[in-house]
């Protein structure tokens, strides 16, 4: 059923559970998917609004990505349409005329739903739907819709799941009730409370639960990473669909999901590889960034993006035959910076030079940006260059550290030897001595965990 096949009549709408069972009296549901966010919204309408601090171009440059968004969605965008008004209106966003004029387009063409690129408040989708008798939706809404369709591991399932109960609440309306019989009859309705109250509520503990097992998954996630800590850890960032898991492919031989559509990858994978020193590596793939990502969304997806903040060294991927790759560029910094990892060091993989005919602009790529690795994820191209800079990144400035590790204790020794370079071991009544070379940015890992069996002044650096 496309959105907005009509807001009359139970409307099937709830949670979607992949399987259910009970534990004590309460049901506990699989984290899935709201079955809302599961419809592809079909035959669109995109629509934005130029106002006094946006350009037309701007606002016509946002609104193609929006469509791209609908595409990726599975929905088709029958038109793109601009509207000049100095503030958006209150009760509308848009003005009453273009309001009562949409609405004879919507019957005529067997519109399902509107979008927008801003988010509008809940007053104005209510009013809005009400007007025209099909789902308003907007950027975040849509996007909500991707995730729901490529949400594969539960992890991101729980995510996904919270991200959109997070933005259905406070848009509750008439519509959505009938919640309760969706999620397996939990919750009946309490004395005096109204259909919308007993909804809210519901959704409410649901996401406490939600809350809790992504808390669950975080820590099972820590676990694991502390298991494989002591090997270099490179990830992947950037726009969506720039080819970071064309990247991790090419690199690792992950055979990770690669495809033309926006947000493909919604999980995290990690893959081993070697660099060209012979030292083993691990290189993550992730969710990709994109313009006016909801910050709640991004909260959501900590788990996931919590490998980016605990690599080593992150690949700035950009597609550089996009026209807008500096915009994305600047997307990424600022999702980065409120992620905390923008102090990372950072190498930046200019991708799909392929597509780049004229040479004259990829040396005036060069020249803007000496720092930049050109390659092609696809065909292969300067990918051992890649490799020789994610080296000598990881590699960076070097230190040297010297360890008495007591004889009990020797374990360490193997992760101190994954961790660089052994210049000398001498045996020491108290311990075996080692003096190790090895990258900075593995020097507060080792400090942490083994500054007890440190030597102090002797770590010069090199
Ligand atoms: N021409 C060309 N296309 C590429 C290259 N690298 C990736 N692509 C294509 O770009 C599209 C997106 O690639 P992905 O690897 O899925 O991109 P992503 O960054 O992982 O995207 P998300 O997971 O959606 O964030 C796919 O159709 C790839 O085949 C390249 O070097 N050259
Ligand atoms: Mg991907």
Redesign the pocket.
């Known amino acids: 059923m496309p959105l907005g096949g009509g807001m009359d009549g139970g409307r099937e709408i709830g949670l979607m559970a992949h399987s259910s069972h009970r534990t004590g009296h309460t049901e506990v549901l699989e984290a899935g998917s709201v079955q809302q966010f599961k419809e592809v919204p079909e035959r669109t309408l995109v629509v934005g609004l130029v106002h006094r601090h946006t350009s037309r171009t701007e606002v016509m440059e946002h609104l193609q990505e929006l469509a791209a968004l609908v595409r990726s969605a599975g929905g088709t965008v029958e038109d793109l349409l601009l509207q000049e008004r100095p503030a958006p209106d209150v009760a509308y966003y848009l003005g009453r005329g273009k309001v009562e004029e949409l609405r004879g387009r919507i019957l005529q063409e067997g519109i399902h739903a509107v979008v927008f690129d801003d988010e509008l408040t809940p007053v104005q989708v209510r009013n809005l739907e009400r007007a025209w008798g099909i789902k308003v939706l907007d950027r975040t809404g849509i996007i909500l819709h991707i995730f729901a369709q490529q949400a594969r591991t539960v992890e991101a399932q729980v995510q996904v799941e919270l991200a959109q109960l997070q933005y259905l609440l406070p848009r509750l309306s008439r519509m959505w009730t009938h919640l309760s019989k969706q999620v397996g009859g939990i919750g009946t309705r309490g004395p005096g409370e109204t259909q919308l109250e007993t909804d809210r509520r519901l959704i409410r503990r649901r996401i406490q639960h939600l809350q809790r097992r992504l808390r669950e998954i975080t820590r099972q996630r820590e676990q694991r990473r502390r298991g494989r800590d002591q090997l270099p850890c490179f990830a992947l960032v950037?726009?969506?669909?720039?080819?970071?898991?064309?990247?991790l492919n090419a690199l690792t031989n992950a055979g990770v999901?690669?495809?033309?559509?926006?947000?493909?990858?919604l999980d995290t994978t990690v893959r081993a590889f070697r660099l060209p020193s012979g030292q083993r590596a691990l290189l993550s793939?992730t969710?990709?960034f994109l313009h006016k990502l909801p910050p709640h969304l991004i909260a959501c997806f900590h788990s996931t993006l919590a490998e980016v903040l605990e690599a080593d060294v992150l690949l700035h991927?950009v597609?550089v035959?996009h026209p807008r790759f500096r915009h994305h560029m600047r997307v990424v910094q600022e999702t980065l910076q409120q992620l905390g990892a923008a102090e990372k060091p950072t190498l930046l993989v200019f991708?799909?030079?392929?597509?780049i005919r004229e040479p004259e602009l990829l040396r005036q790529l060069e020249r803007e940006f000496p720092e930049a690795v050109l390659?092609?994820?696809?065909?292969g191209i300067n990918l051992r260059a890649l490799l020789l800079h994610m080296q000598r990144a990881y590699e960076g400035d070097t230190e040297l550290l010297t360890f008495v590790v007591p004889y009990a204790q020797l374990r360490a020794l193997e992760e101190l030897r994954n961790s660089g370079e052994i210049l000398a071991q001498e045996a020491l009544p108290e311990g075996l001595l080692v003096r190790l070379r090895c990258p900075v940015v593995a020097v507060s890992r080792l400090r942490g965990r083994y500054g007890a069996y440190l030597m102090s002044g002797m770590g010069a650096p090199s």
């Open positions: 950037g726009y969506t669909n720039a080819g970071k898991s064309t990247l999901r690669a495809e033309d559509r926006l947000f493909s990858t793939d969710v990709g991927v597609d035959s991708n799909k030079i392929d597509r390659i092609s994820a696809q065909r």
